[in-house]
């Protein structure tokens, strides 16, 4: 389109490597292989090292290409955080395998609705996991075969990861004779992560080598990356199957960083974790960033190592920005947005020009724009309108899905956020509101449709309208406005009771629930959910 006003990112200090992803993480992972320490467990303190990740890597590819998958056959991994995640999801780069993550919160159900898109006929699960998706394996067609990843031992049909390389692996495999396999890195596929995108259902985002390849420049940028002097301590608190944790971890292996990893956020064990390995880089979601401005235990642990702070997954408000920089003594807190659509932050804070309260500046590789939600024209500085990127960073597509890529895709190939932002005249950008009707609770998706279908299943129920109500701690809450069936009774409890037995603790019902006559919808049948918003918080200003 002519005169449009587009934003380009810095010029970057690397040029974009052309290869794979698995070649570039051969070769990081060979050249830090001197370093003892690659990832460490907080919890149990296992220790594994560059050369524990390149060997296994490379063996389990081996095992991968005997057990009979080829190129472009998928896995997934289900696990929460531990030091072998990442074996299988190297190992599939390498062999231009695809990799589909799954939270490991997730029901039965759940588990379903999302391995349903990719359907992965080898699946790595730990063992929080494995009832859920065995269950699940003796109803679906596509798994072959499950794969215990923190077990030593077989659990029933499953078979540990130790003893599946036992079976499959070439003895003695030397690492200096293995090569990973060359491809397309444009159009081979690396990654199906789960969004549901602007509204809805689960989506598969089809992510490339070449997506990867351009977080991987991001993250060696002495402006934009997050301290690139190889073993610097970082701690990761964010889910590796989550679209944040799994691409800045990976970037973290390109750089030899050290990773003290956490399964979960527990306040003393987070800030304990922190004064034990002197860490100075913290990677958070906004409602710990909520705790590190509040909370006194922070003033009973020492945490004076930390020099730099940086947050992403939801906008975080400028109060508690300037709270937390003010308490740890730091100049400010490094934001970043971005989308699984976007394979990590497509805007970032540049170390030499931190603004509060911005969410950074584009990066580079990445072209931006403002774009008018009346006229689609794109708009100058100090001007709301919703924020759309164009890069080789951005997804294929959504996998199967050709009428949900065309709507989140233009035909000129900018992909539209549903995110309502502006920039200033310094190029530092702002999100300030949402278009799209995802509900995000700690940074996690929450699609109301979802919850909706959910609730219009219980007999006693009507209608139902589902929306996200602010909330400091967790950035939204999800609540539920019900109309009942005449005649039919329920209480709050138990609606938010039996959302909690049908869904993973991420989804439920934490906003409270308000009983009303009618659900406001359009013309069309579409639910108002600002409507809905009114109307959930007059009963809370009631209460």
Known sequence: MPNEIVLHGAKPRDPLDLGTA?????????????LKEALIDAHTEEVVSYADILENS???????EKYGLRQNSVISVCSENNAIFFYPVIAALYMGIITATVNDNYTERELLDTLNISKPELVFCSKKAIKNMMALKKNVNFIKKVVVLDSREDMGEAESLTNFMKHYSQPNIDVRNFKPHDFDAKEQV????SSSGTTGLPKGVVLTHRNLSVRFVHCKDPLFGTRTVPSTSILSIVPFHHAFGMFTTLSYFIVGLRVILL???????????????????????????????????VDQYDVSSIREVATGGAPVGTEVAVAVAKRLKINGILQGYGLTETCCAVLITPHDDVKTGSTGKVAPYVQAKIVDLTTGKSLGPNKRGELCFKSEIIMKGYFNNQKATDEAIDKDGWLHSGDIGYYDDGGHFYVVDRLKELIKYKGYQVAPAELEWLLLQHPSIKDAGVTGIPDEAAGELPAACIVLEEGHSLSELEVIDYIAERVSPTKR?????VFVDDI?????????????RRMLSQKKSKL
């Open 22 to 34: 698995g070649n570039q993480l051969f070769r990081a992972l060979t050249q830090f292989s001197y």
């Open 58 to 64: 490379c063996r389990l590819a081996v095992c991968f």
């Open 190 to 193: 690396a990654l199906i992560m």
């Open 263 to 297: 399964k979960r956020f527990e306040e003393e064990f987070f800030l304990s974790t922190i004064e034990k390995y002197r860490i100075p880089t913290i990677v958070l979601a906004p409602p710990v960033m909520v705790f590190l401005a509040k909370s006194p235990l």
């Open 509 to 513: 019902i934490r906003g409270g629930v």
């Open 520 to 532: 406001p919808k359009g013309a069309t049948g579409k639910l108002i959910r600002s409507e809905l």
